[in-house]
């Protein structure tokens, strides 16, 4: 069956998964380092990992696999859910794949040296309207690939 799993700290489209996980009768499981509300529903499943670096991504790498789908900004984590088999989605709409996964990983690391040096750089643009409605398409579409992937 398939699954959701939200990297649920700072991320802005948990109502929106909800939604789409409720239409189509989906186990979610919101993971973060501190308690966060959700819909009192027994598939919605709050997750509070111990506070520190990547705790909450290594709960759910260790989970997500072929079939599931993982909302997450994290690039390590995307990398690590892609290599599982399993499909990540940032709150933006853009869907990590294989194909660009090496890419990001590089582009992250450069960002985090260059800040490191004491350069100052711009950061992500902000969310806005336009970025819910990319991840809500774009989270129907790997819930129907998910679901083609569970089948077989």
């Not at 399993?86 to 040296?113: C, K, W, Y």
């Amino acid at each position: 069956m398939t699954t959701i799993y939200i990297d649920a700290d700072a991320c802005p489209v948990k109502d929106e998964t909800y939604k789409v996980a409720a239409r189509n009768g989906l186990k979610t499981y919101v993971v973060s380092n501190s308690w966060i509300r959700v819909p009192a529903t027994p598939a919605i499943e709050q997750v509070v990992v111990d506070a520190g670096p990547d705790v909450a991504d290594d709960w759910i790498a260790e989970r997500a696999g072929p079939g599931d789908v993982v909302v997450t900004n994290d690039i390590p984590l995307a990398d690590r859910v892609l290599k599982a088999g399993g499909q990540a989605i940032a709150p933006n709409g853009r869907v990590f794949t294989a194909d660009m996964i090496g890419s990001a990983l590089a582009s992250r690391s450069i960002g985090e040296h260059l800040r490191s040096m004491g350069e100052v750089t711009s950061g992500p643009k902000a969310f806005g309207p336009q970025d819910r409605s990319k991840f809500l398409q774009a989270l129907d579409q790997a819930v129907v690939k998910a679901r083609r992937v569970v089948v077989r």
